[in-house]
């Protein structure tokens, strides 16, 4: 397993991916993955199985709370077939470490409630529920906060 940094080349794939992850509504459109791509706080790591096959991908990035540095994960994709094969905790790892790295004190992230096993994913990973945000997908799907100090 590689994890590289996302290259320009990358979006259509990356794009396709997101769109068999989640459902229309909660996947994104094109201008938003390229937003998310693009700006300048945000970065996106690709983790490769073998040269040139994208496994999975993740997008994070930072923000200042009471001048504390924080970092947000923003997206998680895992290829169906690629799942259960530790792509998405060699992400989650990769991303922490480049957070540490900028001084970020905690992850953030937010998860869809009826998703069980991205949750239990979360945990495993030393996340804890902090919170809910009513309506946050769709307008009618509740999300959890989690976090995890870095």
């Known amino acids: 397993m590689m994890i590289r940094e996302a290259r320009a080349e990358d979006f259509a794939e990356l794009y396709a991916l997101d769109q068999a992850c989640f459902a229309p509504g909660i996947s994104w459109s094109k201008a938003e993955l390229g937003y998310f791509l693009k700006y300048p706080r945000n970065f996106a790591l690709v983790a490769e199985a073998e040269p040139g096959q994208i496994a999975g991908f993740a997008i994070a990035g930072t923000l200042r709370r009471s001048g504390v540095l924080l970092g947000r ?78």
């Open 73 to 150: 994960l923003i997206t998680i994709d895992i290829r169906r077939e690629m799942r259960r094969r530790r792509v998405g905790g060699a992400l989650l790892h990769a991303v922490e470490e480049r957070l540490r790295a900028a001084g970020a004190a905690a992850l953030l992230l937010e998860v869809a409630v009826d998703n069980e096993s991205a949750q239990a994913f979360y945990k495993r990973h030393g996340f804890a529920r902090m919170g809910r945000i009513r309506g946050y997908y769709l307008g009618r799907i509740d999300a959890l906060t989690m976090e995890k100090q870095l």
